[in-house]
Structure formats: structure tokens, C-alpha cells
């Protein structure tokens, strides 16, 4: 069993009418899984006796017609807490960490009949777009095990992508949905800053964090980010807006849609192979009745440098709670209280959370605030009012999800600024809070390429309206790697 | 901005800040780096900003108000569970001060 031929709507379909159980399915889910997932490391921890016991439950219970995502098998990114389910970021410091509540995005999960299969690897702390900072197993990509399966949400990435199972869950701080997603060849939603509640996800740059659906196809992301969207009283940022239906809409009718191109997506800095990809696409969506016009987007350069002040900043402040006290990893042999900090901080965390503490500190201290941290939230402005006109205007912006195709595992890793610069074209979303969408869109060498939907804030519906109207005029969706699944 | 945008000494001190600690290699090698980094911070100070305010939340709220209703939690075992070293349903810790000898 794997999840190339069928969607959610069609396993729904068989689950409802019996054909297939969900005991069955689970069974067929964690058979696949040991199978492929020997090859490409996607998982950390696994929760087969629960979910089994859920499914056969679930049986007797019934499933509920109305309900496309009961039954289905769902991995979680291993920064989303699980009660009773061990939950590390893949951090040593929280190796053995058992949460005691679930995130509301997990119990919308469990409440809604979804069986959690297990945690997904990922960059510890989110803080990487590779996976290979996971302190515990580097994820390799489906497509070519050589190769990373992006960051940091790369395990869910490589899950879906492998056909382990139909939805995965990630988090998005700078493009760590989106990237992987671009990886993969899959659809990853980065929903709009407070559509999803983040009680529950282990922070990291708390004004940018937003959990969101990985999919193989639109529609099925758009049920995936029905079931988590909408206000919840433990986050104050959560919004209370009206969450619409997200898989309404899906009719493949974009005639007359306005849709931008910045120039700045489409410069020397993309692979020139990634360029031919999206200006394919653009045709794509011209024949579909749209139009795409070229845009400006001019501080968008500035993201960079801005995300990295301002994520490090959060980053430092939020990972002052790992102390070795209540939870978590503390060294041995300590003299006392100050050594019991330092030490299980300097033992506890790996080199890219060190590195973004270091810089979030720095940037905070004192002497250096007013021209880094400052300027980084007036940059963030700019950024912003380059945006809102271009949205004057347009009703979504389109380009490439990331510079290059996936590279090869250890090339970029000795190098931060190197590894900074793949989420050039995703970061402006986060720092302005606005919903942005990965679809497969092409290959380049045999490795596949995302186009980026970037939308007002609040309209993932238009996201989702343009991308399935993409994926029903071409078959990239279709294609699955050699090495997942019963090829 | 000062030509040595940051050297060993600032970074150890930062670490001291931040709680963690570096052997000499170690502290070479972020030194190295953070200077990178930062050096391609050092491009923001291009940017005109004279009058533009700070963005430190996109959130679509204000203030998130609500009833103030006590709730019943009955978790303590499971929070210890995960407590480093506990002793009579406490946590336990080192001491603040050192006590040079005995241990504890």
C-alpha cells in the first residue's frame, strides 16, 4: 500500500464503503513504511501500537462520511507535541521528552479520526533547510537518496513524496514547508501568520512560525488545512476570522485572474534550469485565461538579512527555557546552578542553534540593537508595503519556492551563508505574514522544481483556486519517485 | 559600524550572555562565522529608513481577552516524569553556590 494512486477523497471513498478498513489501512501504512523508510529516514519515532488500536476503534466506531480525513494516516513534524508520543525538535536536549497536552493542531487531528503514524525528522529546532541538523538522522530525498529532502520540515517532505502516507504536518518559519515541498515535488501550504493556532509547536521565531499541510495534491491540501485553521484560545495570535471552506472554489477556472511576477524571483541568483520551469508555468497560467505581468518587489533582496536578525533574535529569547532544570537534557557531573545552564545548553544543543542563539543574542545586546534588531523590523515594513501594492493590483504573485533544485547531502552544510541564502524567495512571506504554496511545477536534471503562490493576507482560497487549476492542466503531481511505494 | 565587526572576545562574551560556552577551536570557529553573518547583515545599513516604523507582530489582534476561568490540572506526575532528577515530588538542583568538596 502506498498513496500514489489514490487521494484523500478516493481513500474516503474505500474507507466508507468498506472496501477497505482502517485497521487495514494502518496495517498497509506501517508495512510500506518500514519498507521505504529504511532507505530515506523520514521518521523518528514511530506510534504503531496507538494507532492501531485507534484505527480498530475507529472501525467499530464507524467512519464518518462528512468527515474526508477520517482514517487517513497523518505524520506530524517532530516540533508539534504529541501527549504521551516522545516530541524532540530532533534536539539531543529533548531526546527524551514525553509531552503531557497536545497541540491543537494534534488534538483537531485525533478529535477528527486521523491516525498519527509518528513524529517526522526535520533540522533541530526547525533551524535549517536541509534536515541534515537533526541530531539524530539525516532525511535523504525520495528522488535521489544522494540528495537532501530540503528543511526544516524535510522529513514530512520526504514521507509524503515516498508515498508513506497521504498528509504530513510541518512548520514553516522562513520556508521550511514550502522548500522541502519544492524538494519533494509536493504540495506544501505555509498558511497565513495566525490561521493556524501554534499551541503546541515548540517555538522558534514566534512572530513567523505558522503549521501547515504537506500533500501530493492541491485539493488534499486544502482539506488537510480546513481541519487546523481557526481561532484557539491558548494562542492570542490565532485569528478570529471566519475560516472558509478551503477545498471550495477548486473549479479550474482562473480566467481573468491578475497574477504577478517579481522581477527579483527571476534573477541570476535562481538556477537558470529553475527559470525555464516557472516561465513554463507562466505560460501555463496564461493558456489557463489569466494574465502574469512582471512586478517589483525591491526590498525583497533585504529578507535575508532581515529573517536572520529577527528569527536568531526570537530564536535566542524562546530557547532561554531550555536550562536543564524542569525538563529536557542537564549534563552530569555539575558543580553548580550556572554550570548546570551552561553546560547542558552547550552539551544539549548542535552547532546551527548555537549559531542562531549567538546572532539573536548579539543583535539584542546592548550597542548593537538600534542597527541591527531595529532596522531589521523597519526593513520587515518595507517589505511589507512591497507587498500591499503590488497587491493593489494583482490578485496573487507568482515565482520560483527556491533558488536551486534539492543538492547533494553535506554540500552546503560547512557553509551558513550559503545554506541562509536557499530561502531567499520564501522569507518575505513570513515576515509579512502572508500565505504561500508550493506546487510541483517541473524538473530540472531529473530532480523536481516548486512554483511559489504567494496571496493576500487571509486568502489561501486563491492560492489554492490558481494551483489546482495549475495541477489539472498538467501531470507533474503525477509523477512519483522510483524508489517509494510498490514501483 | 566599526571596521572588525566582532572578534573573539566579543563572542565569548556574548556566549556568557547567551549561557553557553565554546572551547578555543570551537570559539575560532564561530567567531569566523558570526563575522560572516553579520558582515551580511551590514547591508540593511543601505536601506533608507528614516521614519519607517517597526514591524514586530503581523498578527491580525490586539488584545486577546479572555474569561478568566480556573482549570483543574492534574499533571504533576507526568511534568516530574520529565524533570532531570527529582527527590520527594520535587525537582531537584545543584546547588546555587559552590560547596568546594562534599558534592551536593
Do not use: C
Amino acid at each position: 500500500m502506498d498513496f500514489f494512486n489514490q487521494d484523500l477523497t478516493s481513500l474516503h471513498a474505500d474507507l466508507v464503503n468498506k472496501k477497505l478498513s482502517a485497521e487495514e489501512l494502518t496495517k498497509a501504512t506501517f508495512e510500506n513504511l518500514k519498507q521505504t523508510d529504511a532507505k530515506i529516514d523520514s521518521f523518528l519515532n514511530l506510534n504503531e501500537d496507538a494507532a492501531l488500536a485507534t484505527a480498530k476503534a475507529l472501525d467499530a466506531k464507524g467512519i464518518n462520511a462528512d468527515n474526508v480525513l477520517a482514517g487517513i494516516p497523518v505524520g506530524v513534524k517532530d516540533n508539534i507535541v504529541t501527549k504521551d508520543l516522545t516530541t524532540t525538535a530532533a534536539s539531543k536536549m529533548l531526546e527524551n521528552f514525553v509531552p503531557v497536552y497536545n497541540a491543537t493542531v494534534v488534538d483537531k487531528m485525533t478529535q477528527n479520526d486521523m491516525i498519527i503514524v509518528g513524529k517526522t525528522n526535520m533540522d533541530e529546532f526547525a533551524m535549517g533547510g536541509s534536515t541534515e541538523n537533526s541530531a539524530f538522522k539525516v532525511t535523504k530525498n525520495p528522488w535521489d537518496v544522494s540528495r537532501v529532502p530540503g528543511g526544516s520540515s524535510g522529513g514530512s517532505a520526504a514521507a509524503v513524496a515516498a508515498g508513506i502516507v497521504p498528509v504530513a504536518y510541518g512548520s514553516d518559519t522562513g520556508g521550511s514547508i514550502r522548500q522541502p515541498s519544492s524538494f519533494n515535488g509536493i504540495v506544501g501550504m505555509k498558511p497565513t501568520y495566525g490561521r493556524v493556532s501554534r499551541w503546541g509547536l515548540i517555538a522558534f521565531g514566534s512572530s513567523l512560525d505558522q503549521i501547515g499541510p504537506m500533500t501530493r495534491t492541491v485539493k488534499d491540501n486544502a482539506a488537510a488545512l480546513n481541519l487546523i485553521a481557526g481561532n484557539d484560545v491558548h494562542d492570542g495570535t490565532s485569528s478570529e476570522r471566519e475560516v472558509p471552506d478551503f477545498t471550495a472554489g477548486l473549479d479550474g477556472d482562473i480566467k481573468g485572474m491578475k497574477i504577478a511576477l517579481p522581477k527579483e524571483y527571476m534573477d541570476e541568483g535562481i538556477d537558470p534550469k529553475v527559470r525555464e520551469v516557472i516561465k513554463a508555468a507562466v505560460k501555463q497560467f496564461e493558456a489557463l485565461g489569466a494574465t502574469v505581468e512582471e512586478v517589483s518587489l525591491p526590498h525583497s533582496r533585504y529578507g535575508v538579512s532581515a529573517y536572520y536578525i529577527i528569527a536568531s533574535s526570537e530564536a535566542s529569547s524562546n530557547l532561554q527555557r531550555f536550562d536543564g532544570i524542569r525538563y529536557g537534557f542537564r549534563a552530569q557531573d555539575v558543580k553548580n546552578l550556572e554550570d548546570v545552564y551552561v553546560r547542558s545548553r552547550s552539551e544539549g544543543f548542535g552547532d546551527e542553534v548555537k549559531r542562531r542563539i549567538m546572532l539573536g543574542t548579539f543583535s539584542l545586546s546592548a550597542g548593537y540593537y538600534d542597527a541591527y534588531f531595529h532596522k531589521a523590523g523597519q526593513v520587515r515594513t518595507l517589505i511589507i508595503n512591497d507587498f500591499n501594492k503590488v497587491f493593489e493590483d494583482y490578485d496573487l504573485i507568482i515565482g520560483p519556492t527556491a533558488p536551486t533544485p534539492a543538492f547533494k547531502i553535506g554540500d552546503e552544510i560547512s557553509d551558513p551563508i550559503t545554506m541562509y541564502m536557499n530561502d531567499v524567495l520564501t522569507i518575505p512571506v513570513n515576515l509579512a505574514g502572508l500565505p504561500g504554496m508550493s506546487i510541483p511545477a517541473g524538473f530540472a536534471d531529473g530532480m523536481p522544481v516548486g512554483l511559489q503562490l504567494i496571496g493576500k493576507s487571509f486568502d489561501e482560497s486563491t492560492l489554492y483556486k490558481a494551483g489546482y487549476a495549475f495541477e489539472q492542466a498538467t501531470d507533474f503531481h503525477q509523477a512519483t519517485p522510483d524508489l517509494g511505494g510498490q514501483h | 559600524m566599526a571596521e572588525e565587526r566582532i572578534n573573539a572576545e566579543q563572542v565569548a562574551h556574548v556566549a556568557s550572555l547567551a549561557k553557553l560556552e565554546f572551547t578555543p577551536d570551537q570559539l575560532g570557529t564561530f567567531t569566523g562565522q558570526l563575522e560572516k553573518i553579520i558582515g551580511m547583515f551590514e547591508e540593511l545599513s543601505t536601506v533608507d529608513t528614516d521614519g519607517v516604523p517597526v514591524t514586530s507582530r503581523v498578527t491580525d489582534r490586539h488584545n486577546a481577552l479572555r474569561e478568566d476561568v480556573a482549570v483543574k490540572s492534574d499533571e504533576r506526575a507526568a511534568l516530574l516524569a520529565n524533570a532531570p532528577e527529582t527527590a520527594n515530588g520535587l525537582i531537584k538542583v545543584p546547588a546555587i553556590i559552590d560547596e568546594s568538596g562534599d558534592g551536593e
